[in-house]
């Protein structure tokens, strides 16, 4: 800013002094022995009056020396606004790269924040994954403390009921990662209780997205537990939405397949599987559980397991 009133003031400067050579240069033409010659006084004058108008020849030569020093200076001042143009170009160009530069990476960051800000509007029970620190998986699976306070924090946002309920569902998805990361098939806070919270949560939940996700992370649990067979097995007789009995059908079948290790529990899942597949009322359920069996002989499997 200093630079462009620095440039002003010497603008001005060489004008002034262009106007004021110009008024010397003016003068010095009008009262120079040519000029009386080419430009002769009107016969009507007087010799009083043509008499003014000369010059002595010391006079003449002082106003000569004048507008050589005043186009000098003109010369000057103008090498020296040129200078300075130059100056600030060259300032110009080498800040403009950095200022591109920055200009660039704050509208990929600003980008970046839209994208995560969709991505969480989108899909709001999987935004966690933005928000964790980089070291995050490293540290679930070296420190033991670590990923036992991190998951029991998880489980009481789950239980919570004055929580949103995207941000439960957040907190039972991010529960469920680290038991992956763990590699483990049971983690003590992902228990019953944990699934149930989210099950009941679903009974009153207004958005219909949200609540398939819900069901979603429900019928893909790694618990087996009978009241929540009985859960699956009312979902496929009372739900209305195909895709949620199909949910059910697969959390069923998930639950008989888990539940190996313990012959009392998958032969009553095995004649729950027999009874909706040979008595419901509403034949969706028959065509849904008859595509995850896939073929006969699973059908004879059950058979087998309920009659065992």
Not at 27 to 33: E, F, R
Not at 36 to 62: D, F, K, R
Not at 93 to 111: D, G, H, T, W
């Amino acid at each position: 800013m200093s630079n462009l009133k620095l440039n002003i003031a010497l603008s001005c400067s060489v004008l002034a002094l262009a106007f004021s050579g110009f008024n010397v240069i003016q003068t010095k033409l009008a009262t120079s022995p040519v000029a009386t010659q080419v430009y002769p006084a009107p016969a009507y004058q007087s010799t009083e009056q043509a008499t003014q108008y000369h010059v002595p020849a010391s006079t003449a030569n002082e106003q000569t020396q004048d507008i050589a020093a005043l186009l000098t200076r003109i010369d000057k001042l103008e090498s020296r606004i040129q200078a300075l143009s130059m100056e600030k170009s060259e300032m110009l160009s080498e800040q403009a790269p950095q200022e591109f530069e920055s200009l660039v990476f704050s509208l990929i960051e600003k980008r970046e924040q839209q994208k995560i800000a969709e991505m969480k509007a989108e899909n709001p029970i999987y935004g966690f994954y933005e928000d964790l620190p980089e070291d995050y998986e490293m540290r679930i699976k070296t420190d033991p403390e670590y990923a036992s306070q991190v998951s029991n924090e998880l489980k009481q946002k789950i239980l919570n009921s004055s929580l949103p309920a995207a941000e439960r569902l957040a907190a039972m998805s991010q529960l469920q990662m680290n038991m992956f990361m763990l590699n483990r098939n049971d983690l003590e806070q992902y228990d019953y209780q944990a699934v149930e919270s989210i099950l009941n949560m679903t009974h009153s939940m207004n958005d219909e997205k949200l609540r398939l996700q819900a069901l979603e992370l429900v019928s893909r649990t790694p618990i087996v537990d009978e009241r929540l067979s009985q859960s699956f097995v009312k979902m496929l007789e009372q739900e209305q939405n195909d895709y949620v009995k199909s949910l059910a059908a697969e959390g069923l079948m998930s639950q008989y397949f888990q539940s190996g290790s313990d012959p009392k529990q998958q032969k009553k899942i095995a004649q729950d599987l027999l009874s909706l597949y040979e008595n419901a009322a509403d034949p969706k359920v028959k065509a849904i559980l008859k595509n995850l069996m896939g073929d006969e002989r699973m059908l004879e499997e059950l058979k087998s397991q309920s009659n065992g």
